[in-house]
């Protein structure tokens, strides 16, 4: 079994740091800049918010809501007689 297709959790950092070299030889940090925000496995993000080089930003942004316009309608069913 080589594959593993099993869903991993990703969360939303900003990097407030630059981890020393060598400091996640795990990981390729190299097109990572400080300042920005990316979305990373949450193993990497734990490691690098545990280690202060990263902030957790707001993974849930907004979302828009669903304009109501009263109750719904529910189509009728034909052919029932009802007596």
């Known amino acids: 079994m080589t594959e593993n297709n099993t869903l991993e ?3 939303r ?3 407030t740091a630059a981890p020393p070299l060598g ?8 097109h990572f800049h400080v300042g920005q925000k990316y979305v990373v496995p949450a193993r990497l ?10 902030d ?3 993974s849930h942004p907004p979302r828009a809501e669903e304009a109501d316009f009263g109750q719904p309608r529910f189509p009728q069913r034909r052919g029932r007689r009802r007596d």
């Open 9 to 11: 959790l990703a969360l």
């Open 23 to 30: 400091a996640f030889d795990e990981f390729d940090l190299s």
């Open 45 to 54: 993000a734990s490691l690098l918010i545990i280690a202060g080089y990263a």
């Open 56 to 58: 957790l930003v707001d």
């Open 13 to 15: 950092i900003q990097l």
